[in-house]
Every structure is written in structure tokens, then in C-alpha cells.
T-cell receptor, first 110, second 115 residues
Framework: GENVEQHPSTLSVQEGDSAVIKCTYS??????FPWYKQELGKRPQLIID?????GEKKDQRIAVTLNKTAKHFSLHITETQPEDSAVYFC?????????FGKGTRLHILP | DAGVIQSPRHEVTEMGQEVTLRCKPI?????LFWYRQTMMRGLELLIY????????DSGMPEDRFSAKMPNASFSTLKIQPSEPRDSAVYFC?????????????FGEGSWLTVV
């Protein structure tokens, strides 16, 4: 069945540095790739998404890239801030199903 | 809009008891999803509905789990009998179906502890 692999599982970066989270997916029919941020004790919330007709998308300090040939997509956070500390989930969807990666716990170090 | 509404927010129950989790999707959304989140397994899709019809329940762990959506504004996830390994956060989410991908919105979750 569909599978989404996410790396790393934990990431620590110095405040102000960049963070990169990478995902791969198995279903070549996937055409929608959202990213969610989950703070401790709260629900996952959409922060950015990308559709398969686009290779890159940016929203302020957050950017996503998609390589459909390689079935890779990535989340880039620049100029990290303490409030970026959270768990980030990538996901892939080819029909109505949305399959999530296992998550990356991002720590922003002072 | 109030968003996806789930109840109860927290439940502690004894092993063997029946547990019913409830969800009200965002008005106008026609797809509804039930996910289970644990540290070990992450966010697992249990079942999803389109226009109140169950489409894929391959993620439902076993016969002890069942889900229904009697109308567009209400769904339940039932566990009978419950076991300690069912302890998890259960999220309901909803979306408007799009051919180029659905953006799903999560409820606050139901935190279930089975002792």
C-alpha cells in the first residue's frame, strides 16, 4: 500500500539557522503533498502544501520542493525561531486518502 | 465556523468497556477521516467517508473497531470491547473533496486511556 517515509525523526538546529525535513512516497499516483505542524498537546495544523503541477512553493520563511520523478519532497524553514519548535508531518495523497509520515520533532536551540 | 468538533476530549475507561467517540465535521465538507495517533505508530488512517459512505476501512485494526456516518454532520468511532493497547489520541478530520488533493482539517482530538 501507500507509504510515506520521513527523515530525520528528530532535528535540532540553532536559532536563526535553517531546518530541512525530507520525505519520500511510494504511490506514483500521489498528486498532493501537505505539511502539518503539531505543537505539544494540540491538533496537527496545515502550514503549507504543494500540488504535483508545481515544483516549489514558498510562504515567508517556509518553502516546499517536490521532485515527482524521484518521489521526494522537502520542507525548508529558514531563520528558525523558538516558536518553530514542534513536530512536523509530511503527507501524500493520490485520491481521497492522505497518508502521513511518522513525523520530525524539531528543536530550536537558543 | 467552529471547525471539526470532537467529543469527548478526554476519556479514561476500564478494559472491556465500550468507547464511543463522536465527530461533527466542518459544515459543507463531504469527506471525513478518522486517524489514531501514538508515539510508536504516528498518525494512522483508520477509515474515511465520502458523502457519508465508507470508502476505505483497511486501517481499522480489528473487528473491535467500527465507524458510522449516519448523516453529513455526524460520525462515530466505536471500540467494543476496549483494550489497554487502544490508548491513543483519536483525531477526526474533514475536507471538501477535490480531484487535485484534499486539504484536511483536524479536530482537537479525543484522548483515550484504557486501564
Amino acid at each position: 500500500g501507500e507509504n510515506v517515509e520521513q527523515h530525520p525523526s528528530t532535528l535540532s538546529v540553532q536559532e536563526g539557522d535553517s531546518a530541512v525535513i525530507k520525505c519520500t512516497y511510494s504511490d506514483s499516483a500521489s498528486n498532493y503533498f501537505p505539511w502539518y505542524k503539531q505543537e505539544l498537546g494540540k491538533r496537527p495544523q496545515l502550514i503549507i502544501d504543494i500540488r504535483s503541477n508545481v515544483g516549489e512553493k514558498k510562504d515567508q520563511r517556509i518553502a516546499v520542493t517536490l521532485n515527482k520523478t524521484a518521489k521526494h519532497f522537502s520542507l525548508h524553514i529558514t531563520e528558525t525561531q523558538p516558536e518553530d519548535s514542534a513536530v512536523y508531518f509530511c503527507a501524500a495523497s493520490g485520491d481521497d486518502k492522505i497518508i502521513f509520515g511518522k513525523g520530525t520533532r524539531l528543536h530550536i536551540l537558543p | 465556523d467552529a471547525g471539526v468538533i470532537q467529543s469527548p476530549r478526554h476519556e479514561v475507561t476500564e478494559m472491556g468497556q465500550e468507547v464511543t467517540l463522536r465527530c461533527k465535521p466542518i459544515s459543507g465538507h463531504n469527506s471525513l477521516f478518522w486517524y489514531r495517533q501514538t508515539m510508536m505508530r504516528g498518525l494512522e488512517l483508520l477509515i474515511y467517508f465520502n458523502n457519508n459512505v465508507p470508502i476505505d476501512d483497511s486501517g481499522m485494526p480489528e473487528d473491535r473497531f467500527s465507524a458510522k456516518m449516519p448523516n453529513a454532520s455526524f460520525s462515530t468511532l466505536k471500540i467494543q470491547p476496549s483494550e489497554p493497547r487502544d490508548s491513543a489520541v483519536y483525531f477526526c478530520a474533514s475536507s471538501i473533496h477535490r480531484v487535485d488533493g484534499n486539504t484536511i482539517y483536524f479536530g482537537e482530538g479525543s484522548w483515550l486511556t484504557v486501564v
